[in-house]
C-alpha cells in the first residue's frame, strides 16, 4: 500500500508505555513526508520529462525516416539525373561525330572537284600555251615573210636604179619590223 505525504504526515501512533519519543516520530514522520513529496515530484517531473522525450524521439524517428526517405529519393534521383546526362552525352558525342564525318565527307567532295577544276585549269592553260605558241609562230612567220617582201621590193627598187639616195637595208627592213612600212633613212615613207 502506497502512502501519501499527506497521510504520513497525519499518521497517528498508539501511545503505549514506554514508547518512542513523540516529538522524534513527528520529526521523523515530517521528514519522510517531506522527502517522499519531493520524491514524488520528481517523479512526476521525470515522468512528464519521459513523456515529452519520447514525444521528441518519435518525432526524431519520423524525421530520420523522412529523411532517409528524402536521401534515397534524391539518390535515385541523381542516379536518373546522371543516366539522363550520360545519354545527353552520348547524343551529343553522335551528333558531333555525325557533323565531323560530314564535314570530312564535305572537306574530301570539294577536294575532289578543286582536283578536278585545277586539272580543267591546267588543260585549259596548255591549250593556251599550245595557242599563244602557234599564234607567236604565225606572227612570226609573218614578219619573216614581211621581212623578205620589203628586202624583195628593196631589190627591185634598187635594181631599177633612181639612184636618187642609197638606202640602208638593214634600216628599212628594221622600220617595216617595227612600224609595217618601209621608211628610208630620212624617215620619208619609200
Excluded at 149 to 161: K, M, T, V
Amino acid at each position: 500500500m502506497k502512502l501519501t505525504p499527506l497521510e504520513i504526515r497525519k499518521a497517528q501512533f498508539h501511545k503505549r508505555f514506554r514508547g518512542f519519543d513523540r516529538q522524534e516520530v513527528e520529526t521523523t514522520l515530517e521528514l519522510i513526508s517531506t522527502d517522499t513529496e519531493e520524491l514524488l515530484k520528481q517523479n512526476r517531473e521525470m515522468h512528464d520529462k519521459i513523456v515529452r522525450l519520447e514525444t521528441q524521439l518519435t518525432d526524431f524517428r519520423q524525421i530520420e525516416r523522412s529523411l532517409q526517405n528524402t536521401l534515397r529519393q534524391a539518390e535515385e534521383m541523381s542516379a536518373s539525373v546522371q543516366a539522363q546526362a550520360q545519354k545527353q552525352a552520348e547524343i551529343v558525342i553522335r551528333d558531333a561525330e555525325s557533323k565531323a564525318q560530314q564535314i570530312v565527307e564535305k572537306a574530301r567532295m570539294d577536294l575532289l572537284r578543286l582536283q578536278t577544276e585545277i586539272g580543267m585549269l591546267r588543260g585549259k592553260r596548255e591549250m593556251l600555251q599550245a595557242q599563244l605558241a602557234t599564234l607567236l609562230g604565225s606572227e612570226l612567220e609573218l614578219l619573216r615573210a614581211l621581212r623578205l617582201d620589203a628586202e624583195a621590193d628593196l631589190r627591185e627598187h634598187l635594181s631599177q636604179g633612181t639612184g636618187k639616195e642609197i638606202i640602208d637595208l638593214q634600216e628599212v627592213v628594221k622600220s617595216v619590223t617595227e612600224t609595217g612600212t618601209p621608211q628610208t633613212t630620212n624617215g620619208a615613207p619609200l
